[in-house]
């Protein structure tokens, strides 16, 4: 997309990809395709800062839909948001991804899970205190380690990434 004319419009590459984006989402998190389009096209959009009216125009997703999915995009105190708005809701805002903003907001999810290990170890040793089967325990067993797995690798990943330079490396 080169000119203001053009960039209205998505070619059949970045459709594709919006697309692609959009069934992701629904398959994996059962994102409605409408927030999942407005996902993909800003990752590609351009200029990468959009108004509702310019992404109603591309994405054919109205006002009112994209307004509830910008909502959800920029949640209020959100500090590792992956979006960012600028201007209220029922004004006329921008929106746009934040560069190199998916390592804060993965950092940001993954920072909750060693509290949550913390809850289910002490539910596992309490449930077998307490004389449960290990039959009735599989699940909380399997999520137990598992957190606890998740908790130690990830920071030493992100650490790792953010060293390399997020911008830079592939």
Known sequence: MTDATSSALLDDGERAFVE????????ND????????VVGYMM?????VQSP??????LGVPRAAIDRI???LTPENDPVSVFERSGPLDGDYTIRLRENSWGPKVRGIFAEF??????????????RAEGASEERLVRLANMERFLRFVSGEMPAILDRYEQRGSAGAR
Request: hydrophobic fraction near 30%; glycine fraction near 6%.
């Open 20 to 27: 692609k984006v959009a069934q992701y989402y629904f398959e």
């Open 30 to 37: 059962g994102m409605p395709h409408d927030r999942g389009r």
């Open 44 to 48: 590609i959009c351009d200029p990468p």
């Open 53 to 58: 009216a310019e992404i109603e125009k591309v």
């Open 70 to 72: 910008v909502d959800q």
């Open 114 to 127: 060693p509290d949550f290990h913390r809850v289910t170890e002490r539910g596992l040793k309490e449930l």
